[in-house]
């Protein structure tokens, strides 16, 4: 490789679409040096030589308010930690790219990269878009008037990549002289400048350029402060039925899979140690992480449809006021949502928020919202603390445990942001795209390359708390192990909450996941089933070991429910909180953290409760 190519714009430019074409789709997503932010890498080969094309985060400004900013300002800075075996400092050629429609804007960057004295192409996306509405731009003009090659590029065709390949060809064969490092800071009379600049361009080059579309305005009604919320909650609404209900048969069909397969397997090999690791420990933890997969895929799908529409910017508007009260801002509503479903999908959706600390605000606030995972928990709770035969009260309990579950994610989330020692997230900015269709092939293949990434970088570690869990539990026998030996260490610590060793074990192995609760609660208290009704009648009349005074009370109960609202019990969450968090620290501190408080609340509850009924 002799040089680079990066591809700047702004959010919403076009920008990945464009770079979709440039490289045919062919290349590989990797995370930024220091950042969980992620960008693409590939290779462009001409016929001379071959280089890398980078594209970087979307920008408004050379000066970053935002990790994905500062990611790109660090590129455009110095390309060596991001390119293998870089042999140059400095990118060879940057393609700016504007959107034909919000032209005036969008060129107040590129004159900002200009002034710095960058190599540039221009590709102007849209142009088919803006044509269609009779907006007419001089491209050979704009092209003389910026001193660079301007390429009109069609965004759902990919007409003109051909003229964009050739003009950077002969851009590269080009030498001059290195850029000038950027500055840090821009006055407000220089950025008055700029955008009288880029208005003055676009009034020599484009005619009917700021003429209002007519026709039906859907943001009039869809951004109301009425209508507006109704609307986006709906959606929302829809939103997340799709993620929980349309996976879920899917993720059902997986599991039943591997469980299928894991006894198959079971009956053929020889009762012997490696055969147990092998399916209890191994395959059962890669049936852990295949699980999600369905989730993961849609959430990503159905987020690249509403960004490629437009909605989801709109979206995050109409969410920002009540989420700034605890110091979040619009862009959180999507992953908090989705984490109702899962916390794996909600933490990866979390990583395009544009500031540090709301990011990490987010991820802080995702696990203590009620997911999938607890449902089964919580169902078998409040059959036991109301009864089996009594669903009315049950679903009020539930929805009562829903409320809770945000009353206490945002007092948190609020006592957090006070606390946390980072950079304060910059001030909701958005730029409104213009409505379009979805490219369908470039949603799939972000929901591909996402769902693999995935797949690959948190299933080890799954697969490895998995066959942790399974030798300590079995060794150095099923029914002395190491777990049922920690788990009599742990009484003292269950004393308080009215529990004995058995719920202690239970909620260990509900580490990897929280509903194997349930299935660790009917094996403890040898359950002849898992189904619902003959568990609770088991547990009824289950009894503290050693005494004649019932286990399961009214008091453990919600002490149970205050704990499981609270802990964050899940292997799969604290590996993607890893990766999304940058390293172990936080993600350690959050887990313990929330184990403790919850254990904490739940003596508290427990105390109270006992003390109330005498």
């Known amino acids: 490789m002799s040089e680079t190519l990066l591809f700047v714009g702004n959010p919403n430019s076009g920008k990945t ?3 979709n074409y440039f490289t045919g789709s062919r290349y590989k997503t990797v995370n930024y040096p220091g950042a969980t932010v992620d960008f693409a890498l590939a290779e462009w080969k001409t016929p001379t030589q071959s280089h890398w094309v980078l594209d970087t985060p979307g920008i408004v400004s050379i000066v970053p308010q935002s990790e994905d900013e500062e990611i790109t300002r660090r590129a455009l800075e110095n390309i060596v930690p991001f390119v293998p075996n870089a042999t140059q400092k400095m990118p060879a050629l940057l393609i700016g790219v504007v959107d034909a429609m919000q032209l005036s804007r969008h060129l107040v960057l590129i004159r900002q990269l200009q002034q710095c004295g960058y190599a540039m192409v221009l590709a102007v996306t849209m142009t088919d878009v803006a044509h269609k509405h009779g907006r007419k731009i001089d491209f050979l003009t704009l092209s003389e008037l910026l001193n660079m090659p ?32 950027c ?45 507006g919320p109704v609307g986006f909650m709906v959606t929302m609404g829809l939103f997340f039925t799709c993620i929980f209900a349309v996976a879920s048969p899917a993720m059902a069909g997986i599991d039943s899979g591997f469980t299928w397969g894991i006894a198959s397997l079971s009956a053929f090999l020889p009762a012997v140690w490696w055969a147990d690791l092998l399916t209890k420990g191994i395959l059962t933890g890669v049936g852990s992480v295949f699980v999600f997969v369905p989730q993961i895929a849609l959430l990503f799908f159905l987020l690249g449809v509403m960004e490629g529409s437009g909605y989801l910017a709109r979206g995050a508007m109409l969410a920002d006021r009540p989420l700034s009260a605890i110091g ?3 862009r959180s509503f999507v992953p908090l949502l989705s984490g109702c479903a899962c916390a794996i999908p909600a933490m990866m959706a979390a990583r395009t928020l544009p500031g540090k600390k709301e990011k990490l605000l987010t991820l802080f606030m995702i696990p203590l919202m009620t997911c999938s995972a607890r449902l089964p928990v919580y169902g078998l709770l409040l059959s036991l603390l109301i009864g089996f035969h009594h669903p009315v009260q049950i679903a009020i309990g539930m929805t009562g445990i829903y409320v809770s579950s945000i009353i206490l994610a945002s007092s948190v989330t609020a006592i957090v942001g006070r606390m946390l020692r980072v950079a304060p997230a910059p001030g909701f900015q958005i730029e409104l795209p213009r409505w379009h269709w979805p490219v369908l092939r470039h949603v799939l293949t972000h929901t591909v390359t996402q769902t693999f990434s995935f797949i690959k970088k948190a299933g080890p570690v799954i697969v490895c708390v998995g066959v942790l869990l399974w030798v300590l539990s079995t060794f150095p026998s099923p029914t002395h192990s190491f777990l049922h030996t920690f788990g009599h260490v742990l009484s003292p610590l269950l004393s308080p909450m009215g529990l004995d060793w058995r719920v202690g074990v239970a909620l260990i192995l509900a580490f990897a996941a929280r509903e194997v609760f349930v299935s660790a609660i009917a094996l403890m208290f040898a359950s002849e089933s898992t189904h619902l009704a003959s568990l609770v009648n088991t547990l009824h009349h289950a009894v ?7 286990l399961f009370t009214p008091a453990s109960i919600i002490g149970l429910i205050v704990f499981f609202m609270i802990s964050m019990q899940c292997a799969s969450t604290l590996a993607i909180a890893k990766k999304e968090m940058g390293g172990w620290k936080l993600p350690l501190a959050m887990t313990v953290s929330y184990i403790v408080g919850a254990y904490i609340a739940a003596v508290g509850v427990v105390q109270a409760v006992q003390f109330w009924m005498g």
């Not at 009379?189 to 484009?206: C, D, I, N, P, R």
Request: aromatic fraction near 8%.
């Open 183 to 227: 500055p840090s800071h821009i006055e407000a009379s220089t950025l008055k400048e700029q955008f009288e600049w880029a208005e003055k361009m676009v009034g020599l080059v484009s005619s009917n350029g700021y003429e209002k579309i007519s026709g039906f305005d859907i943001d009039a009604w869809l951004l109301h402060p009425v209508f």
């Open 150 to 181: 301007v390429i009109p590029i069609e965004g759902r065709t990919g007409k003109g990549i051909d003229k964009l390949k050739q003009a950077c060809c002969i851009r590269l064969a080009q030498k001059g002289s290195l850029p000038q490092p």
């Open 17 to 19: 679409t464009l770079f």
């Open 544 to 550: 503290l070991e050693g005494t004649t005074q019932p």
């Open 328 to 330: 979040l801002n619009g």
